[in-house]
């Protein structure tokens, strides 16, 4: 659709989530599938379709999300940790594999954001979360959205394979 409406399409930002906390122990294989199939499936069906766009192109920018619990795991967030790290992998080997035709793929890897999926967590996880964030407040969306907007521009033509921390820290 945005190649019939825009011509062409320069960049993909995969940042679509859900959470399904539950501690590993008692976590449901429903639970399991519905966040790896939300992040890592939904990017990778995201990027595949992109992909044919770009190698045409000669160009193109995927930009997926990670988080902390990506990075170094988290309680009660298996499922998260898993998706959110399978997709620095998933940036990494397109880097990899397309860099050669100017196509680049990177990570964001902001610390916690007022969004929806954070307000859907507990009054008390929240605090704990903007605790540990050095400036001592969340970010906004817009301020993550700036980094976005690097990394789908020329000026950013040579990051590829990159975690870029946007934590406030």
Same mark, same amino acid.
């Given at each position: 659709?945005?190649?019939?409406?825009?011509?062409?399409?320069?960049?993909?930002?995969?940042?679509?989530?859900?959470? =399904?906390?539950?501690?590993?122990?008692?976590?449901?294989?429903?639970?399991?599938?519905?966040?790896?199939?939300?992040? &890592?499936?939904?990017?990778?069906?995201?990027?595949?379709?992109?992909?044919?766009?770009?190698?045409?192109?000669?160009?193109?920018?995927? $930009?997926?999300?990670?988080?902390?619990?990506?990075?170094?795991?988290?309680?009660?967030?298996?499922?998260?940790?898993?998706?959110?790290?399978?997709?620095?992998? &998933?940036?990494?080997?397109?880097?990899?594999?397309?860099?050669? =035709?100017?196509?680049?793929?990177?990570?964001?890897?902001? !610390?916690?954001?007022?969004?929806?999926?954070?307000?859907?967590?507990?009054?008390?996880? =929240?605090?704990?979360?903007?605790?540990?964030?050095?400036? !001592?407040?969340?970010?906004?969306?817009?301020?993550?959205?700036?980094?976005?907007?690097?990394?789908?521009?020329?000026?950013?033509?040579? $990051?590829?394979?990159?975690?870029?921390?946007?934590?406030? !820290?």
């Amino acid at each position: 659709d945005a190649v019939k409406h825009f011509g062409r399409i320069d960049a993909v930002v995969n940042n679509a989530g859900i959470l =399904r906390d539950t501690i590993w122990h008692k976590m449901s294989h429903e639970d399991w599938r519905a966040v790896i199939d939300v992040h &890592l499936n939904g990017s990778f069906n995201v990027s595949k379709a992109a992909t044919p766009y770009f190698r045409e192109q000669q160009s193109g920018s995927f $930009i997926h999300f990670t988080s902390t619990s990506g990075l170094v795991g988290n309680i009660g967030q298996a499922n998260y940790s898993a998706s959110k790290s399978g997709l620095v992998g &998933l940036a990494r080997s397109i880097a990899r594999e397309l860099g050669s =035709r100017s196509i680049t793929a990177n990570v964001v890897a902001p !610390g916690p954001v007022a969004t929806d999926m954070l307000a859907a967590l507990s009054e008390d996880r =929240r605090e704990a979360l903007t605790a540990a964030v050095p400036l !001592g407040r969340l970010a906004s969306p817009d301020e993550i959205a700036g980094t976005i907007t690097f990394l789908a521009s020329a000026d950013a033509a040579f $990051i590829t394979g990159a975690i870029i921390p946007v934590d406030g !820290g």
